[in-house]
């Protein structure tokens, strides 16, 4: 089955629910632009004629729009169930206690399983209508747009909410929930150790597999209270704060708009940074050894910073 059918029969349904990347509709407008560029002989093989339907901007303004409402409104939705997941205390009695539990804790990770299958989906739809693209005009456009898009925040595969999805399949799997009514799990959905230095894996479709790196290129060991920038990028959360010149008190909000990322080196990453609490879940559970090293000696230097900043504080205070 081509992928445009397999597709729309996926959001067949889902059209007043999810949004979706119009790839029927973007595969015209490639198709108009074929018939254009094999009727102009005295194309020099490199750019499009000046009248072509793609590039005066009816192409990538509409990708990007849809790319921005699909990640909009996946990252608004995981937000919302990780939120009842993460729950605790009387908000989560309140939220699980009223009737048919076990029914609505169903519902509740199939929610979970079909934002992922949503956000591969997309990702693919996004992935072949570029390749498409380039193939047509004989260009790398396709690759420079993926690469605008990061920069965005609207590449889907970078969310790091699709991260936290994945660490709570895991974290619900390791739960150990039997029940026969509860849906099956993504098995391709793991995370795994290779030479102690751990990564979060899942793949969906056969064309899409995520590899995300679970090592801070700062300290260069497994994150700890990790952070995800707006870049994408995952560290720890003293690590980041380190790097962007604040302090634990401050926080990661408080970093200057002109500090960069370690790794990127993009400005204006820390103040819209996401702590991965579902991620740092599944982590403490699986390298529970090394999280009580890291908590330990983590715990002596927020002291140390807290006791700094308070101390600064009372000398602003008497003025000395």
Not at 171 to 182: A, H, Q, T, Y
Request: aromatic fraction near 10%; glycine fraction near 4%.
């Amino acid at each position: 089955m081509k992928f445009c059918k397999k597709y729309q029969e996926y959001m067949q349904g889902k059209e007043n629910q999810l949004p979706a990347v119009d790839f029927k509709k973007l595969k015209k407008i490639l198709k108009t632009c074929r018939e254009d560029f094999e009727s102009h002989q005295e194309h020099d093989g490199q750019s499009c004629p000046h009248h072509c339907s793609v590039c005066d901007g009816t192409f990538f303004p509409s990708l990007l729009k849809e790319m921005s409402v699909v990640v909009g409104c996946f990252n608004e939705r995981a937000q919302k169930l990780l939120e009842l997941h993460l729950a605790s205390g009387f908000q989560k009695y309140l939220m699980w206690f009223k009737g048919k539990l076990q029914k609505k804790h169903v519902a509740f990770i199939q929610e979970g399983k079909d934002l992922v299958t949503y956000a591969l989906i997309n990702a693919v739809a996004v992935r072949k209508i570029l390749k498409k693209y380039d193939k047509i005009h004989y260009s790398k456009q396709g690759q420079a747009f993926k690469s605008k898009a990061q920069s965005m925040h609207i590449e889907i595969l970078h969310s790091p909410w699709l991260c936290e999805l994945m660490a709570f399949h895991i974290n619900i799997r390791e739960e150990k929930i039997k029940s026969n009514k509860v849906p099956s799990l993504f098995e391709g959905c793991s995370l795994n150790f290779d030479d102690d230095k751990p990564s979060l894996s899942c793949e969906l479709f056969d064309s899409v597999k995520i590899d995300i790196d679970l090592t801070c290129s700062i300290c260069l060991d497994t994150v700890f209270d990790p952070v995800s920038l707006t870049c994408g990028h995952i560290f720890c959360h003293m690590c980041a704060c380190s790097a962007a010149s604040v302090t634990i008190v401050d926080g990661l909000k408080a970093a200057e708009i002109k500090e960069k990322c370690p790794l990127c080196r993009k400005t204006g990453v820390y103040e819209g940074s996401l702590h991965l609490d579902e991620l740092s879940i599944l982590l403490s559970r699986s390298c529970h050894e090394y999280w009580e090293q890291r908590l330990q000696t983590e715990r002596i230097e927020r002291i140390r910073q807290v006791k700094e900043h308070w101390e600064s504080q009372c000398r602003a205070f008497v003025g000395v």
